[in-house]
C-alpha cells in the first residue's frame, strides 16, 4: 500500500456515494437536496470556490442556489436572505461563504443559520453538540480528515493523536471527531513547549496551523498517518526556477519518507472539503424527512 493518501480519489468516490443517496431520496421521496451558497463581495479565491461548489452540487443530482451579493451588502439584507432560505423547503443546506466583508459580524451571520440546514458546522448549535458528542452537523474540513483516517486505519480506538492548530474551523472540532473515535487527543498550538518532540510521539498527527513546511522529519514518529490541512502559496525554487507553489504545513518530501501515511498538498484535504459539504448537504435532508442519516 502507497503511503500517498490520495483524497481527490477519495473524494469522487464519496461524491459518487452522494449521489446514489441523491436519486434514493428523489426517488422515494419526490424531493431533491438542495445546496445554497451566499457570497459577498468579489474575493477571487472565495469566487473559485463557490463555482467549484456549484458545479459539484449539480454534478451530484443537488439543486444548487448561488446568491451573490455586493461587497457593500448591509447587515439587514443579508440576514432577511438567510432568514428567507432558512424558511424554504427546497433549501436543505446553506453556507455563507466566509470570510465576509469588515462591516458585517461574521458570528452574528453563521448563528443566524438554522442549525439543522448549517452544512458547514459553525452554528454555536453544532459545535456544542459535537462537543458533547450529540447528533450534529460536522464541519466539512476536519468530517474530511476523519473520513481519510477512517478509510487507511479502520479503527482508531486508541490511537494517540496530536493536533497542531486550534481554530474553531479545524482544530477544536478535529479533536471532538477524535474524542469520538476513542483516540487519545491532544490539541498543540503557538505557546507548546517541546512541540516537536510532543508531535513525534503521534500515531494520528494533524497540521492544521497555516505555516508553510513547518512539519519536519524529525517531528513525525516512523509509522505515524500525517494528515496536512495547511494550504499556503510562498515562492520556491523548482528545477533551477522561482515559482509560486501550494505547498502545505508539513515537509512533504522530507516525510513521506517515515510516515506510514501522508496527504499531499494540493490533492489531499482539500477535495475532501466540498465532497463532505454535499454530503452534509444529503444528510440534512434525509434528517428533515425524518429518514437515518446516509452512511458515508
Known amino acids: 500500500m502507497t503511503n500517498i493518501i490520495n483524497g481527490k480519489e477519495f473524494a469522487a468516490s ?9 436519486d434514493e431520496i428523489t426517488k422515494k421521496e ?11 463581495g468579489e474575493d477571487p479565491a ?19 442556489y448561488e ?11 443579508l440576514l432577511n436572505l438567510v432568514k428567507k432560505l432558512n424558511a424554504d423547503d427546497n433549501v436543505h443546506g446553506i453556507l455563507c461563504q466566509l ?52 478509510d487507511r486505519l479502520g479503527s482508531l480506538s486508541g490511537k494517540n493523536a496530536v493536533i ?29 513547549k517541546n512541540i516537536e518532540e510532543l508531535c513525534s510521539t503521534a500515531d494520528i498527527l494533524v497540521a492544521a496551523v497555516g505555516r508553510p513546511e513547518m512539519v519536519n522529519k524529525n517531528w513525525v514518529k516512523e509509522g505515524a498517518i500525517v494528515i496536512d490541512v495547511g494550504i499556503n502559496r510562498i515562492k520556491k525554487t523548482v528545477d533551477g526556477e522561482e515559482k509560486n507553489v501550494l505547498v502545505g504545513d508539513v515537509n512533504f518530501a522530507a516525510v513521506k519518507e517515515i510516515a506510514g ?36
Do not use: W
Open 30 to 40: 419526490n424531493v431533491t437536496p438542495g445546496l445554497a451558497v451566499i457570497l459577498v
Open 164 to 192: 497542531i492548530g486550534r481554530s474553531n474551523i479545524v482544530g477544536k472540532p478535529m479533536a471532538s471527531l477524535l474524542l469520538k473515535e476513542s483516540c487519545t487527543v491532544t490539541i498543540a498550538h503557538s505557546r507548546t
Open 261 to 296: 501515511g501522508i496527504t499531499p498538498v494540493p490533492g489531499g484535504v482539500g477535495p475532501m472539503t466540498i465532497a463532505c459539504l454535499l454530503a452534509n448537504t444529503v444528510t440534512s435532508c434525509y434528517r428533515s424527512r425524518g429518514l437515518s442519516d446516509p452512511e458515508f
Open 67 to 77: 446568491h451573490k451579493l455586493d461587497a457593500s451588502t448591509s447587515r439587514e439584507t
Open 99 to 150: 470570510p465576509l466583508p469588515d462591516h458585517l459580524n461574521e458570528e452574528e451571520v453563521i448563528n443566524s443559520i438554522d442549525p439543522k440546514k448549517d452544512v458547514d458546522g459553525f452554528h454555536i448549535s453544532n459545535v456544542g453538540l459535537l462537543n458533547t458528542g450529540q447528533k450534529s452537523m460536522v464541519p466539512c474540513t476536519p468530517l474530511g480528515c476523519l473520513l481519510l483516517l477512517k
Open 46 to 64: 472565495s469566487q473559485v470556490y463557490v463555482r467549484n461548489k456549484g458545479k459539484q452540487t449539480i454534478e451530484a443530482g443537488m439543486n444548487s
Open 14 to 22: 464519496l461524491r459518487a456515494k452522494v449521489k446514489v443517496y441523491v
